[in-house]
């Protein structure tokens, strides 16, 4: 069973940066496409970005310019690297992956949440103005 692994939630300040991590294990299928979201309190969980096996990559309007999803294939490491983070970013931080259709990142992000399978556990990300 593929277990996805999060870490890199934090408390920062308005214009600060955070990288978060995810790790997967276990993995027996190929993902086309690996994502993370974001759900604040009260609010749908949100696509953020997403990158697809040919690396890819799509974002929300709301985070472009600022993050930046990665992933190194050798480890199965999945990375948001955020930057010029604000206030609206505060929200629970969770990656996905598991994405068992041929589809592009940017198909991807329109679709929201159905074609993930696996998610990981989710980290916090508050930034304080």
């Known amino acids: 069973q593929e277990r996805l692994l999060q870490s890199g939630g934090d408390s920062v300040q308005a214009g600060g940066s955070l990288r978060l991590s995810c790790a997967a294990s276990g993995i027996t299928h190929i993902s086309y496409v690996a994502g993370w979201f974001r759900q604040a309190p009260g609010k749908e969980r949100e696509g953020v970005a997403t990158?697809?096996?040919?690396?890819?990559?799509a974002y929300a309007d709301s985070v472009k310019g600022r993050f930046t999803i990665s992933k190194d294939n050798a480890n199965n490491i999945l990375y948001l690297q955020m930057n010029n983070l604000k206030p609206e970013d505060t929200a629970m931080y969770y990656c996905?992956?598991?994405?068992?259709?041929?589809?592009?990142?940017?198909?991807?992000?329109?679709?929201?949440?159905?074609?993930?399978?696996?998610w990981g556990q989710g980290t916090q990300v508050t930034v304080s103005s």
């Open positions: 996905a992956d598991g994405v068992m259709l041929k589809m592009t990142a940017i198909q991807a992000l329109g679709l929201g949440v159905s074609p993930y399978n696996y």
């Open positions: 990158i697809d096996s040919d690396g890819t990559t």
